[in-house]
């Protein structure tokens, strides 16, 4: 009788200590989970977590590594979460070098009369309709700020 | 974000096309949409969608920015002038003197695109100049 207690005992603290010391692969996907910013998936399979999705830079992917790798029971971290492409900004020509450009490019449009300011080409005059595409495409490509266009299509 | 809205279907078109590097930015009311084409005729479609939107483009709410890609081994590129001759000049600006022309439809030897706008070209008869890019027309 004492005997089977004392085994009864043993194996108890042995399942205790090694669930102790392993929490399971589901408890520590749902704690580094809860830790982790919104976007980003938590995956565990024995003890190896791997992370993926999303995130803003580099500083937020590296800070996301070090959540996993200090959660225990975690053995490894692959680190697949991407850095999301910054937006280039948008580059708008200088007024110098613009002017010269608009010149360039409407001087085939005899009617069209252009005048820069701040960035922003004005159009006026008139325009016949199969060549206002190609002035607009002419003129996009010199990186203005704005084109307005008060032209009268013809 | 209404102006994203407005473009959708032209952003949603720049995607379909494929356009390299495509850059889609609002900032002060205006859209920025920048890229590369693979081809001249992918422009033009972005640019009917555009027109399709903003029927003769006079709402000035958006800079459609987007180039033809360009093999670097291209070295040939055709006039593609409406119909008259196009000029080629001593310097990249229309200030600059002219020193020859080549003929509408003609392939011409591109020498050098370092400036966006302005290629420096040499014709058949050997005449070296700058052309205005936007009326050439890489040969593959």
Redesign the interface.
Known sequence: MKTTKLLMSMVIATTLFFVGCKPNDAAIQAAIQAKEAAGITVAVAKGEVTLTGEVDDEATKAKAEEIAKAEKGVKAVINNLTVKPA??P?VIAEDSALI??V???T??FPTVKAEVKDGVILLTGEIK?A????L???L????????????T?K | MALADKYKTLTDAATAAGIA?L?V?E??G?L?I?GTAADGAT??HL?EVY?QIDP???S??L???V?VAIDAAVTHAKVI??S?NLNIRKGP???QPIVGKAAHGEVITLVNRSN??WWLVRTNDGEEGYC?A?YLEAQA
């Open positions: 937006d280039v948008v010269k450009n010149a360039d490019a001087k085939d309709k060549s206002l595409i190609t607009m495409q002419h996009s490509a010199l990186k203005p700020k704005k084109i307005d266009n008060k032209l299509v | 590097d850059a930015r900032q002060d205006i920025y920048d422009k033009d640019w027109n003769n483009f006079t000035g709410d800079v459609l920015n180039n002038t409406e008259s600006g229309t200030d966006d706008l205005y936007q």
